[in-house]
Nanobody
């Protein structure tokens, strides 16, 4: 079992930055791939970024590539999403998730956090 709690969301102006954190509980955190997803009102949940259990490989949606960076600290059982050059279209609830592989499919992840709101004003 892995429990996930996101933090770090908020209101920011376009062009600004935020860093999201996802704290995990459970002894097996380091064996899981971690992903960040987001869901805007009226839209489906979409993949943002993922990282292998070792942290050696990362994957990004085209819409955030070059602006967002995913990282993890297995000793702290925490995964991060550094977001820069934010745009109004990045506004969404952001979720972290734990799964067996760093893939884009929502259904491939076994555990989810409750989400944190990110709002980017123009």
């Amino acid at each position: 079992q892995v429990q996930l709690v996101e933090s770090g969301g908020g209101l920011v102006q376009a062009g600004g930055s935020l860093r999201l954190s996802c704290a995990a509980s459970g002894r097996t955190f380091s064996s899981y791939a971690m992903g960040w997803f987001r869901q805007a009102p009226g839209k489906e949940r979409e993949f943002v970024a993922a990282i292998r259990w070792s942290g050696t490989s990362t994957y990004y949606a085209d819409s955030v590539k070059g602006r967002f960076t995913i990282s993890r600290d297995n000793a702290k059982k925490t995964v991060y999403l550094q977001m820069t050059t934010l745009k109004p279209e990045d506004t969404a609830v952001y979720y972290c998730a734990a799964g067996r592989a760093p893939v884009v499919a929502v259904y491939a992840y076994d555990y989810w956090g409750q989400g944190t709101q990110v709002t980017v004003s123009s």
